[in-house]
């Protein structure tokens, strides 16, 4: 359960997907001059560097946000570009931020940050990473977290699941996870990410997900390919319950930009 470091594949493709989908609904809610809560309750290290022996091992990054920003493919005035360029101008040229770091960037000293992260290293890490922000990094289980907090204070606010899932039963658990969740906070934006394997594993999950009838839903799916020989991981989800208005539109645009990238 504690092994996963995600430094081998910091800025791979499914990064891009995620953050850039993230990223957007953040500043969508910034737009309104009310306060918000975001809790994730699978944080990482919420830093990395792309230089790192771990990065450079894999090249996932390469073929992701390094490619991705080498062509061009995000608008300069993007939101997860804002997030990127500040951080680079804080920790470095080959600095990625993680989602935590993505969110404490676009996020106000009046919004409300709590993250999970039980690996003790990572959250070691993640803690000296958000020093310069007021945020809460708790060392517990994330599903726990979720749930003792909603609903959050303030009310507004997204809720980003984004396990390893190198625990299996995470696909079986986590509709019904996200069913109480919605139970509780019915305002909530609820953003789940997913890899998607060549031996389908998300599917009955997101049958599950589906079944439920949770509103604004939307599901955003991008494929790329392998990163490696064996490489199970074909591409990457999104499953957004409350989703934002635009979000629909604003995955389309990131669909456009994987499909520019897998041409060249």
Request: zero cysteines; hydrophobic letters at 40%; proline letters at 7%.
């Given at each position: 359960?504690?092994?996963?470091?995600?430094?081998?594949?910091?800025?791979?493709?499914?990064?891009?997907?995620?953050?850039?989908?993230?990223?957007?609904?953040?500043?969508?809610?910034?737009?309104?001059?009310?306060?918000?809560?975001?809790?994730?309750?699978?944080?990482?290290?919420?830093?990395?560097?792309?230089?790192?022996?771990?990065?450079?091992?894999?090249?996932?990054?390469?073929?992701?946000?390094?490619?991705?920003?080498?062509?061009?493919?995000?608008?300069?005035?993007?939101?997860?570009?804002?997030?990127?360029?500040?951080?680079?101008?804080?920790?470095?040229?080959?600095?990625?931020?993680?989602?935590?770091?993505?969110?404490?960037?676009?996020?106000?000293?009046?919004?409300?940050?709590?993250?999970?992260?039980l690996h003790p290293q990572e959250n070691a890490a993640l803690r000296a990473a958000l020093k310069p922000w007021k945020a809460k990094?708790?060392?517990?289980?994330?599903?726990?977290?979720?749930?003792?907090?909603?609903?959050?204070?303030?009310?507004?606010?997204?809720?980003?699941?984004?396990?390893?899932?190198?625990?299996?039963?995470?696909?079986?658990?986590?509709?019904?996870?996200?069913?109480?969740?919605?139970?509780?906070?019915?305002?909530?934006?609820?953003?789940?990410?997913?890899?998607?394997?060549?031996?389908?594993?998300?599917?009955?999950?997101?049958?599950?997900?589906?079944?439920?009838?949770?509103?604004?839903?939307?599901?955003?799916?991008?494929?790329?390919?392998?990163?490696?020989?064996?490489?199970?991981?074909?591409?990457?989800?999104?499953?957004?319950?409350?989703?934002?208005?635009?979000?629909?539109?604003?995955?389309?645009?990131?669909?456009?930009?994987?499909?520019?990238?897998?041409?060249?």
């Amino acid at each position: 359960m504690l092994s996963y470091q995600h430094i081998y594949h910091a800025g791979n493709l499914a990064d891009v997907q995620k953050h850039a989908l993230l990223a957007w609904m953040l500043a969508y809610l910034t737009r309104k001059d009310k306060p918000l809560s975001y809790i994730e309750t699978h944080a990482g290290r919420g830093l990395y560097q792309l230089d790192a022996p771990e990065a450079v091992k894999t090249g996932e990054a390469e073929q992701g946000i390094t490619r991705v920003l080498a062509d061009q493919g995000l608008a300069a005035d993007h939101p997860l570009n804002r997030a990127l360029s500040e951080t680079r101008k804080a920790h470095g040229a080959a600095a990625y931020p993680g989602s935590p770091l993505i969110a404490a960037s676009l996020l106000r000293p009046d919004d409300s940050l709590h993250f999970a992260e039980l690996h003790p290293q990572e959250n070691a890490a993640l803690r000296a990473a958000l020093k310069p922000w007021k945020a809460k990094v708790h060392q517990q289980d994330g599903f726990e977290l979720a749930m003792s907090l909603a609903p959050p204070t303030p009310r507004r606010g997204l809720l980003l699941i984004d396990p390893s899932y190198e625990i299996k039963s995470d696909y079986a658990r986590i509709p019904g996870i996200i069913g109480q969740l919605h139970k509780k906070w019915n305002v909530g934006i609820i953003a789940l990410w997913y890899p998607i394997l060549k031996d389908g594993s998300h599917k009955q999950m997101l049958k599950a997900l589906e079944a439920q009838g949770l509103p604004d839903a939307l599901r955003h799916e991008v494929a790329f390919p392998p990163v490696r020989e064996g490489h199970r991981m074909v591409g990457s989800g999104m499953f957004v319950v409350n989703a934002p208005y635009g979000a629909a539109e604003e995955a389309a645009r990131i669909s456009a930009l994987f499909k520019a990238v897998s041409r060249k």
